[in-house]
């Protein structure tokens, strides 16, 4: 009897992180409240399971050194702090760091299957990205007007971007990272699946070519680059020479119509403002921005100014360089590396740049090829975005991360982990 309540409660959390992985690209409040639920299922079982401490120890070190310490990382600096109210909320926006993967960790049992728990989630992530496109695109149709400039056209700037997903209320970055993931995942899917027939590939193939559309559409332009690169560097290895032809003709399309639209959107996001033409004024600013991050750092560089007072200073140096868009937006670093380097010192930069390089050499050695491959995007990502500054970067961020680790436990009787013990 004990045994199928354990049952039952486990797949109680299953579906409720499934749910929350579902809203995860389409609204923060609902995906909120499942992973809440998640939480509490899970932390309430965490400790009456001798299990979930044995794991845990397996993996203590990259849990603390790769995901928990940018959580610790805000407390230890909590009252380094101009303003307490913005240190709790920063402090509370960064418990997925150390909650997300002590819970996930509770889903391992010795008779599952990570390959087929995996799935499920990046299913949930897929069609939570087609519910997204069809919630972004149905908004586009109904607001079309008849003869429109064309800003207002389909795939014009007011339909694209930023415009585009504003229903949402998502940054096209970060929706961008999950498209990217779904993609991904998906060609993995019909290329490592041998029973896959005809239907199902043309499925997967129709599947990948919307969030292809859609990612082009939300010009996330971090993931798209990279998922053109990473696809043309696999297609060329493997010798998939109709691939190769597909993309180039896919490629050749875009550019058709980042050329030939009448809304100059495109060529203002994907040509000029990545500084491949000779109009320096419209070159994308935020490199630029920098400067202002890297000043700040310098007004105390070996523990930083603290969170609060950083924004602060950068919007003073915003207004001393003339850049007034930057100055009233308020705008962030863009780039989360000089974001820790501006509120936490050279402290905070070490730690970012060392996180991360434990957990790639982990995967390189453990050849965790497709988890590797979406950290590196969101490393990517973080040059241009400040990832951890936003609830949806650090819960995207621990997700992934969480999977580390449970394939790790997994694979334990395949792979020595004295590396983590």
Not at 53 to 67: D, T
Not at 272 to 292: P, Y
Not at 381 to 398: C, V
């Amino acid at each position: 009897m004990m045994l199928k309540r354990k049952l039952v409660l486990r797949q109680i959390k299953e579906i409720t992180l499934i749910i929350g992985i579902l809203f995860l690209p389409i609204n923060q409040n609902i995906n909120h409240w499942f992973f809440a639920l998640f939480m509490i299922l899970s932390f309430v079982e965490f400790f009456i399971r001798r299990e979930n401490f044995h794991n845990l120890r397996a993996v203590g070190k990259l849990f603390f050194l790769s995901c928990a310490i940018f959580f610790f990382l805000r407390v230890i600096f909590f009252f380094h702090s101009s303003n307490m109210d913005i240190s709790q909320k920063e402090l509370i926006r960064a418990l997925p760091f150390l909650l997300y993967p002590l819970c996930i960790l509770t889903l391992w049992t010795k008779k599952g299957n990570y390959k087929l728990f995996e799935r499920r989630i990046f299913w949930s992530l897929t069609a939570g990205c087609l519910i997204s496109a069809a919630i972004c695109w149905s908004n586009v149709l109904i607001n079309m007007e008849a003869n429109p400039i064309p800003a207002q056209r389909f795939f014009g700037w007011k339909k694209s971007g930023t415009y585009l997903t504003s229903i949402l209320d998502l940054h096209p970055p970060y929706l961008g990272m999950m498209l990217f993931a779904s993609i991904v995942f998906l060609f993995n899917q019909a290329t490592s699946n041998e029973k896959s027939d005809r239907l199902q590939k043309i499925l997967y193939g129709t599947t990948i070519l919307v969030l292809l559309i859609f990612l082009f559409n939300i010009t996330a332009r971090n993931s798209l680059l990279f998922l053109s690169f990473l696809g043309f560097v696999y297609f060329i290895y493997k010798r998939y020479w109709k691939l190769v032809f597909l993309s180039l003709i896919a490629v050749i399309s875009a550019v058709i119509l980042i050329i030939n639209h009448p809304s100059q959107y495109y060529r203002l996001k994907l040509y000029h403002m990545l500084g491949l033409s000779q109009e320096d004024a419209q070159t994308d600013k935020r490199f630029k921005r920098l400067n202002a991050s890297y000043k700040v750092f310098q007004q105390n560089p070996i523990y930083g100014v603290g969170l609060g007072i950083d924004t602060e200073l950068k919007v003073k140096e915003y207004n001393a360089t003339g850049d007034k868009v930057a100055a009233v937006e308020r705008y962030n670093s863009h780039n989360q590396f000089f974001e820790y380097l501006a509120a936490y010192g050279i402290i905070g930069g070490m730690v970012f740049i060392v996180a991360f390089l434990i957990l790639i050499f982990i995967l390189l050695k453990l050849r965790f090829e497709f988890l590797l491959i979406l950290v590196l995007n969101i490393i990517l990502a973080s040059f241009t975005e400040s990832i951890f500054e936003r609830a949806l970067g650090i819960q995207y961020y621990s997700v992934i991360f969480s999977l580390v680790l449970l394939k790790i436990i997994y694979s334990r009787t395949r792979f020595n982990s004295e590396w983590c013990n």
